[in-house]
């Protein structure tokens, strides 16, 4: 049955109704942000059947996905594949090409990595809706491998070399593709030369309550990985002296707590109620990196945050400038104190209705809407032509339209 904490809204009938469907996603191992877009996906269509690489998923947080069995490849098998499948990354092609949907009318993959790769007959409607393309093969390539030695740099580039051949090969078996943001619909039309659908991932933004009398500190609530940059936050932070506190783990977290001053707070992950209250009280949300959507910008405001952010990537599109929140120009401490030393001169500037009403652009329901929207005359589409598709322009309400 569907998520408790969302319940999938009565439907009417539809074109679709009576088809087999399956979801594919990477891989299963916690519950972030593209596992929560197949969440959504699962309350709207749940008796999808579900497929990954693998699934690690302990047994208390597996509501998300109705306690759904998960179909795994080989990779489940391998020899310490729980703690380190990642390290698995190239064989992860031939594993998602060995998993079998022939039993399936529409599949839709849910794709940051590998999983638009797999294989569908000439009669199965195949619908991708990306993350981004592979982060380590194109964008993040040369800091990826900046981190490492040469013997092994020099291993990780000809892996990365053939995962981009396959890649770009593997697009050609895609018959619509879906873009969580415009942002990442360029990196689509970069790299596939395919357009795009844009339907932007659904934020829970009914669990904030937003209020207008905000405690003294802002927040960062992220992964320690260098993208982030949560080390420039952090760097920030300690010259200007402002209450900060900063929630995240990962492979920065020792240089981060280097750099951190005693108005600096750091916090290991915490429960979502526990994450909630600091977004329902903080003065602000503070964002360094250049993401692909970046839920936690639209949670903030979706809890009466302003955010400050880098103005690149998909926060351009979530964070209305001097309305829900201030665009810094440079990826750079002094950049980020000025937009920080602006609106802590006048944090009044910004109404509490305003940040919540725009959050509300990306709430499950719109997401519901425009998902169904774009499958069902995808699926009209598709067998118009004989099962030949078209790469067809689909309006949804949001009013994005498919990326050029």
């Not at 729980?82 to 031939?94: A, C, E, G, V």
């Not at 880098?310 to 209305?320: H, K, Q």
Request: hydrophobic share 40%; proline share 8%.
């Amino acid at each position: 049955m569907p998520s408790p904490n969302h319940p999938a809204a009565p439907q009417p009938p539809s074109p679709i109704d009576g088809l087999r469907m399956a979801i594919a996603h990477e891989w299963f191992d916690k519950h972030a942000g593209s596992e929560r877009v197949v969440e959504q996906i699962l309350n709207r269509y749940p008796a999808a059947d579900l497929f990954s690489l693998v699934d690690f998923l302990p047994p208390e947080q597996r509501g998300f996905i109705q306690h759904k069995p998960i179909t795994t490849s080989f990779l489940q098998s391998l020899p310490g594949a729980r703690r380190h499948f990642r390290q698995y990354l190239p064989l992860m092609p031939l594993a998602i090409e060995q998993l079998d949907f022939s039993g399936y009318d529409i599949i839709i993959s849910s794709h940051h990595a590998v999983a638009k790769g797999i294989i569908t007959r000439a009669d199965q409607l195949h619908i991708s809706y990306v993350h981004t393309p592979l982060r380590y093969g194109w964008d993040l390539q040369h800091q990826y491998l900046a981190n490492m030695g040469t013997a092994k740099g020099a291993i990780a580039r000809i892996i990365l070399h053939y995962l981009r051949l396959w890649d770009i090969a593997s697009a050609h078996r895609v018959d619509y593709f879906i873009a969580n943001s415009r942002t990442v619909a360029r990196r689509i039309q970069k790299t596939y030369r395919r357009p795009a659908q844009v339907v932007y991932p659904p934020v829970d933004v009914e669990r904030f309550t937003p209020s207008s009398q905000r405690d003294d500190y802002y927040v960062v609530l992220s992964r320690f990985v260098p993208y982030k940059r949560v080390d420039l936050i952090v760097a920030a932070f300690a010259k200007l002296g402002l209450p900060l506190v900063v929630i995240g783990d990962g492979p920065d977290a020792a240089k981060i707590r280097r750099l951190a001053t005693p108005n600096i707070q750091l916090l290991p992950p915490q429960p979502e109620a526990v994450v909630t209250d600091y977004l329902n009280r903080c003065k602000a949300f503070v964002y360094a990196a250049e993401e692909d959507f970046g839920i936690a910008a639209v949670e903030a405001q979706a809890a009466g945050a302003p955010v400050i952010a880098y103005g690149r990537g998909g926060v351009t599109e979530t964070v209305i400038p001097n309305k829900t929140g201030i665009l810094f120009s440079h990826q750079t401490v002094d950049s980020l104190m000025k937009a920080v030393l602006a609106y802590d001169s006048d944090p009044k500037q910004f109404r509490v209705e305003d940040m919540r009403y725009n959050a509300e652009r990306f709430s499950p329901g719109q997401f519901h809407q425009n998902l169904t929207t774009v499958v069902e005359q995808a699926w009209h589409h598709f067998h118009a032509v004989d099962g030949i598709p078209g790469d067809v322009p689909i309006r949804i309400s949001n009013g994005i339209e498919t990326s050029p």
